[in-house]
């Protein structure tokens, strides 16, 4: 069965306090990880996709990596605007459907 | 463009009501894809379309729901009749590779069953 592992569940930061949210998968066949950005009341909003071990994307504040069996999305010098939940979610080869984490919630404190 | 467009916004009906649940993907994607989420499980994909024909539908919970995609523009997602447990927040996603790439979220339906 696919499983996707994020953590923390929460973390609050204070605004200009970098850190990183963790994503792990079931290690084979993976076609694709994603990362979505999710506000309260809306839907989740596409932020990169990563497709090999080594990859690395950034934007803005975020830079998203890839391993093996994990992603990271850093978030570095964050602003109050990043508060949100923060959803990865994985795709593996034979079947196109996403199968998403739980999420992270992430506060960030002026 | 205008993303994907979902009607209602919010839904609340009586036990043993019908729903009807309406998506419009981007103009140009051929993949549309119906999730739901709950608190308590997250967000899980429910059917999907590919040039509005259904490939998986595992994620169904029940004979209760339904899907259909007459044309490229338009999708609905019936429940008949609906229960409490149905409340959840509905979202419709389309992307233009097969479901391959990226997925592209409508705003989502609330929806509540008294």
């Known amino acids: 069965e696919d499983q996707v592992t994020q953590s923390p569940e929460a973390l609050r930061l204070q605004e200009g306090e970098s850190s990183s949210l963790n994503c792990s998968y079931t290690?084979?066949?993976?076609?694709?990880l994603f990362w979505y950005r999710q506000d309260p009341g809306k839907g989740p909003e596409f932020l990169f996709t990563?497709?090999?071990a080594g990859e690395e994307k950034e934007k803005e504040r975020l830079k998203a990596t890839l391993t093996k069996k994990e992603s990271f999305l850093h978030i570095t010098a964050p602003k109050p605007e990043d508060s949100a939940t923060y959803l990865c979610?994985?795709?593996?080869?034979?079947?196109?459907?996403?199968?998403f984490g739980t999420g992270t919630r992430l506060t960030i404190i002026p | 463009d205008a993303g994907v467009i979902q009607s209602p916004r919010h839904e609340v009906t009586e036990m043993g009501q019908e729903v009807t649940l309406r998506c419009k993907p981007i103009?140009?994607?051929?993949?549309l894809f119906w999730y739901r989420q709950t608190m308590m499980r997250g967000l899980e994909l429910l059917i999907y379309f590919n040039n509005n024909v259904p490939i998986d539908d595992s994620g169904m919970p029940e004979d209760r729901f339904s899907a259909k995609m007459p044309n490229a523009s338009f999708s609905t997602l019936k429940i008949q009749p609906s229960e409490p447990r149905d409340s959840a927040v509905y979202f419709c996603?389309?992307?233009?590779?097969?479901?391959?790439?990226?997925?592209?979220f409508g705003p989502g339906t609330r929806l509540t069953v008294t």
């Open positions: 979610a994985v795709q593996y080869f034979g079947n196109e459907k996403l199968t």
């Open positions: 290690v084979s066949g993976l076609r694709g």
């Open positions: 990563l497709y090999s």
């Open positions: 103009s140009g994607h051929n993949s």
């Open positions: 996603a389309s992307s233009s590779r097969g479901g391959a790439y990226e997925q592209y």
